[in-house]
């Protein structure tokens, strides 16, 4: 019998073939596992980012090497009226701009961002290629055939608002102008304003504010989303009498062809996850504004700031840079438990209410108000720190909110009820988790779970934080009650750490 023998070069040639496909085996096999794509941090602290799907079929190099100044660059226009959440919102920089942060996420793109002012503008510059994707727009009711014809793509509509006319000062329609946020709003309510004058006074959201805190007479055109956004931090704003009807929705709009911009977007809105982050998104920056806003409720904080806060700015302080928590969220969770007052209540003692058990084991003196407030810092902490890493940041947040209202027990409960469900973990699944417990007491370890109860309280912490900030932002006269907290912001680590 006659045996081949390969020659030495060959072997040499095979067995770096044979170790070049299991290495790629294993980096495939890697990447899949970490699904849509995951941020990993190896035993060197250098930070390599893994994304999924179009991303590692498209762009394996940078995959492979985790350098994000590999992705492509998507150009996208988007419109000034986008920095109404980012300028008020502090729980990040708006709802369409952490949808595209978690499209280039999921799919290995860096982005370009540039403000256009109309949805016109945005279509003619991807007609002419020289921007990706419109994003943030909202689009006239029948724009999908305009789209095909000039062979662009319209995605899925993932916001509908409905329009609202503002009165400001003692307005009348025959002298007053028409400020405009959004021009696709005037399409919608042309019959209702034909007797104000056409002439917008801007076209960018920030604008508002300025115009609503100078007072001035005359009316603005915006929708339903920014006015929940608007109504906790001016009490005095008025819907006009006008009767608007109709509704428009937002899209993005990208141009469609074969290159890898369009595929990854059209993957992107065809991904059931997209869904339920948008119900993420959600949850975030809308879920806690209330539907009919109480103006006796901003007045009851803003008169706890002025007679009550200013005794505890240096425990609030001491205990925020220790356990390196936001003053203001600290302030916030305080008036949730006590509305700033040092009174036993009825399942706790002092400012944030600590039972006595929860006291002797954080090492505190419940009873004594600067010890107390170490306490509730320490123990919010502790809760934070407990979470899983990857977590999203302000998710970490609401969670251990949950966590300090109804222990963390009940918390990993909730949290294992919305794993179970094959959901992303986030507090908008583990929100669903509490409230299917409390009608299911078996679930968890304890005879009854108040799910409404933890829901409405870690809403009602997110909303006096929302509103604690907007008046610093804003610089409201009301914000140099919290002044003297601003100082320990600056000495905070960097979020999450």
């Known amino acids: 019998m006659k045996f081949s023998v390969l020659s030495q070069p060959s072997c040499k040639v095979i067995l770096r073939l044979v170790a070049g496909l299991l290495l790629l085996t294993g980096l495939i096999g890697f990447a899949l596992y970490t699904g849509s794509g995951k941020a990993v941090?190896?035993?060197?602290?250098?930070?390599?980012?893994?994304?999924?799907?179009?991303?590692?079929?498209?762009?394996?190099?940078?995959?492979?090497?985790?350098?994000?100044?590999?992705?492509p660059l998507l150009k996208v226009a988007v419109p000034p009226k986008a920095r109404m959440a980012g300028l008020l919102s502090p729980y990040g920089d708006g709802f369409d701009r952490d949808l595209l942060e978690r499209f280039a996420h999921d799919y290995?793109?860096?982005?370009?961002?540039?403000?256009?002012?109309?949805?016109?503008?945005?279509?003619?510059?991807?007609?002419?290629?020289?921007?990706?994707?419109?994003?943030?727009?909202?689009?006239?009711?029948?724009?999908?055939?305009?789209?095909?014809?000039?062979?662009?793509?319209?995605?899925?509509?993932?916001?509908?608002?409905?329009?609202?006319?503002?009165?400001?000062?003692?307005?009348?329609?025959?002298?007053?102008?028409?400020?405009?946020?959004?021009?696709?709003?005037?399409?919608?309510?042309?019959?209702?304003?034909?007797?104000?004058?056409?002439?917008?006074?801007?076209?960018?959201?920030?604008?508002?504010?300025?115009?609503?805190?100078?007072?001035?007479?005359?009316?603005?055109?915006?929708?339903?989303?920014?006015?929940?956004?608007l109504r906790p931090l001016f009490n005095d704003v008025k819907t006009s009498v006008r009767s608007l009807s109709g509704s428009i929705s937002h899209h993005w709009i990208w141009r469609n062809d074969n290159t890898l911009p369009a595929l990854s977007l059209a993957a992107f809105w065809k991904d059931k996850t997209t869904d339920r982050y948008l119900e993420d998104l959600h949850e975030k920056y809308r879920a806690f504004l209330?539907?009919?806003?109480?103006?006796?409720?901003?007045?009851?904080?803003?008169?706890?700031?002025?007679?009550?806060?200013?005794?505890?700015?240096?425990?609030?302080?001491?205990?925020?840079?220790?356990?390196?928590?936001?003053?203001?969220?600290?302030?916030?969770?305080?008036?949730?438990?006590s509305e700033f007052k040092h009174t036993t209540g009825q399942t706790g003692q002092g400012l944030m209410q600590l039972t006595e058990s929860t006291a002797v084991s954080l090492g505190v003196d419940a009873y004594e108000p600067s010890s107390n407030i170490r306490g509730g810092a320490k123990y919010l902490r502790s809760i934070f720190d407990s979470l899983p890493k990857e977590l999203a940041y302000w998710d970490k947040w609401f969670l251990t909110l949950a966590g300090?209202?109804?222990?963390?027990?009940?918390?990993?409960?909730?949290?294992?009820?919305?794993?179970?469900?094959?959901?992303?973990?986030?507090?908008?699944?583990?929100?669903?988790?509490?409230?299917?417990?409390?009608?299911?007491?078996?679930?968890?370890?304890?005879?009854?779970?108040?799910?409404?109860?933890?829901?409405?309280?870690?809403?009602?912490?997110?909303?006096?934080?929302?509103?604690?900030?907007?008046?610093?932002?804003?610089?409201?006269?009301?914000?140099?009650?919290?002044?003297?907290?601003?100082?320990?912001?600056?000495a905070m680590q960097p979020l999450g750490m």
């Open 290 to 337: 209330p539907s009919r806003p109480s103006k006796s409720r901003t007045m009851a904080l803003i008169k706890g700031l002025e007679l009550e806060l200013e005794q505890y700015h240096n425990a609030i302080n001491d205990a925020a840079r220790e356990f390196n928590i936001d003053p203001l969220l600290l302030t916030a969770v305080m008036y949730q438990e």
């Open 41 to 71: 941090r190896p035993q060197n602290d250098v930070k390599v980012f893994i994304p999924g799907g179009f991303a590692w079929q498209h762009n394996f190099k940078a995959a492979i090497l985790g350098d994000t100044e590999l992705f």
């Open 108 to 229: 290995g793109f860096s982005l370009q961002f540039t403000e256009v002012v109309s949805f016109d503008h945005a279509c003619a510059l991807l007609s002419q290629g020289k921007v990706d994707l419109a994003a943030g727009f909202t689009a006239p009711a029948d724009y999908a055939d305009e789209a095909q014809v000039n062979n662009l793509s319209l995605g899925p509509a993932y916001q509908k608002v409905s329009p609202v006319l503002l009165s400001v000062g003692k307005t009348r329609s025959n002298e007053s102008e028409l400020m405009v946020i959004d021009p696709e709003l005037t399409e919608v309510v042309q019959n209702s304003t034909a007797a104000l004058k056409k002439k917008p006074l801007s076209d960018d959201v920030s604008d508002l504010v300025t115009y609503l805190e100078q007072g001035q007479t005359g009316y603005a055109l915006i929708d339903n989303a920014y006015l929940s956004m």
């Open 404 to 490: 300090y209202n109804q222990g963390p027990g009940t918390l990993n409960s909730a949290m294992r009820i919305a794993e179970r469900n094959n959901e992303e973990l986030s507090w908008r699944a583990v929100k669903e988790a509490y409230l299917y417990m409390e009608n299911h007491p078996g679930e968890a370890n304890r005879s009854r779970v108040r799910g409404k109860q933890v829901v409405n309280y870690v809403q009602n912490i997110r909303y006096y934080y929302y509103v604690l900030n907007g008046l610093v932002i804003l610089d409201r006269p009301e914000a140099q009650h919290l002044t003297p907290l601003l100082a320990g912001v600056g």
